[in-house]
């Protein structure tokens, strides 16, 4: 019987045959897609994308916050505030530089605002952020109140310095990142960035010479 139809879906066969199954494809969850699709996503409108960016990010954009602002509280407000603003701007994003650098620059930028308008003096947190290892060691009473008065010197040292070398400094010497990524971020020339850092590391190791 010639041009013979045989309805309903057809039958699966055992897997690599090449026999088409009736089952659809499954979907990969947000956390198993790259980044750049979760931003052509997050641009196209999905917000379940940019939320999953926001997850992989939020700790270290909150620990630069953290170290800028010197105050966990308004660390929360800045990066909250940074992530509706870049929410918002999904749309500029371009792709020159990385996400997490573009990221980054909304932080900041929030940061350096909120320093300026409330001009904070409260020396900086002095535990070690989120997602710092554990330390197993057990000083002795005497040593463990020397270390807690060094990094309380130095909280207040870093706090000290003008808010172009702290946000320069905190992204170089405690995110480790390079200098061009930092211009990038700053918005500042990487030799304006690297005086910056020279500048903040003379002035830290000026203070901090009653430690050595």
């Known amino acids: 019987m010639a041009n013979a139809q045989v309805s309903g ?24 897609l790259d980044e750049t699709t979760l931003v052509v996503r997050a641009q196209d409108g999905d ?5 999953e960016l926001a997850r992989r990010h ?6 630069v916050a953290v170290r800028v602002l010197g105050d ?3 660390a929360e407000d800045a990066l909250q505030d940074a ?5 918002r701007r999904i749309g500029t994003f371009r792709g020159e530089a990385a996400f997490s650098t573009w990221m980054y620059r909304i932080v900041t930028h929030r940061c350096t605002a909120l320093v300026r308008r409330r001009r904070r003096t409260e020396p900086l947190p002095t535990d070690d952020g989120p997602g710092a290892p554990a330390d197993d060691r057990s000083p002795t009473p005497e040593r463990a109140a020397e270390v807690d ?8 040292a870093v706090a000290s310095l003008p808010e172009d070398q702290r946000t320069a400094w905190v992204l170089r010497e ?3 990142l390079g200098y061009s990524e930092i211009s990038q971020i700053t918005g500042a020339g990487e030799t304006a960035v690297r005086g910056r850092i020279h500048r903040a590391r003379g002035a830290l190791a000026e203070r901090m010479r009653a430690w050595r």
């Open 58 to 63: 939020q700790n270290a954009l909150f620990r």
């Open 174 to 176: 405690l995110e480790g």
């Open 72 to 74: 966990a509280t308004d």
């Open 9 to 32: 879906p057809p039958a699966a066969g055992p897997p690599g045959l090449g026999v088409p199954s009736a089952r659809p494809a499954r979907v990969p969850s947000r956390a198993a």
């Open 47 to 51: 917000v379940g994308a940019f939320e």
């Open 149 to 156: 008065a060094e990094m309380a010197a130095l909280s207040r």
């Open 83 to 87: 992530l509706v603003d870049a929410w």
